[in-house]
């Protein structure tokens, strides 16, 4: 018998608490359609009525305009707002990116010495403007290693999105001139030589302006010292702002 007391007086107390976690506020019509919310602090009908609102405000009405005066319920003070931020989406503006990948190798033309690796590495940054969903330019710089030899591409980026979503397909164009950065410090030897780098890939949806992008792609770097031209298939992760 003693544990039904116990259970009754828990429950009332859980009640009690709930109930006193909830916010009540007062509504106050007025003649001209207006709604005020908020904490009536005086109120003679004879005179003014006084109302403090959200923020700490006290404005002040004629009792005479009041129609009618409610409560209302808020959320309890212990609830979060649990709705969820919207997928981002961006067509057009400035964007920028930074993405690591590997390349393979499929073939080299004029490579010499053991170092000729069949995988290799590369990093790069881009910026640039969006014109519309499909079509934006920027410049494009980076590290290149194929093999044993490192180049510093620097290019023009032409990229573009095919669908209006967060989670979105696009392609990648890098053209421009690869850095042969061993040839820097060997006199006599080529400097670089022509970069291209198309390439198609995923970006993943986001609720903020970042977004995870996964690319796979086709490389030729022409010139260099140990290597006078390099066609490697390429992937790529990285992040898009």
């Known amino acids: 018998m003693i544990y039904r007391i116990y259970i009754v007086i828990a429950l009332m107390f859980l009640t009690s608490t709930v109930i006193g976690q909830e916010i ?3 509504v106050v019509h007025l003649k001209d359609g207006t709604i005020i919310q908020g904490e009536i602090v005086h109120y003679d009908p004879k ?8 923020g700490g405000s006290l404005i002040v009405y004629k009792s005479s305009e009041v129609t009618k005066i409610e409560k209302t319920k808020l959320k309890r003070a212990y609830q979060t707002d649990n709705s969820e931020r919207p997928l981002h989406l961006k067509e057009t ?7 690591f990948g590997t390349t393979f190798k499929v073939y080299a033309r004029g490579s010499v010495g053991i170092w000729n690796l069949p995988f290799g590495a590369m ?11 499909y079509f934006g ?3 494009s710089v980076g590290l290149l290693v194929p093999s044993f030899e490192a180049f510093a591409p620097i290019c023009v980026n032409l990229r573009g999105y095919f669908l209006k979503t967060s989670t979105n397909v696009f392609y990648n164009m890098n053209v421009g001139y690869g850095v042969s950065l061993n040839g820097l410090t060997t006199v006599g030897t080529r400097k670089g030589g022509l970069h291209v780098h198309p390439s198609i890939g995923v970006r993943f949806a986001s609720t903020r302006k970042g977004h995870a992008t996964l690319s796979l792609g086709y490389m030729i770097q022409m010139g260099g010292v140990h290597e006078y031209s390099v066609y490697a298939l390429t992937t790529k992760v990285g992040v898009t702002f």
């Open 137 to 139: 330019v920027g410049t």
């Open 47 to 54: 005179d003014k009525i006084k109302i403090k609102i959200r």
């Open 123 to 133: 990093v790069d940054y881009t910026w640039g403007h969006q014109f519309n969903r």
């Open 24 to 26: 009540r506020e007062d």
């Open 93 to 99: 503006g400035w964007y920028h990116s930074i993405a």
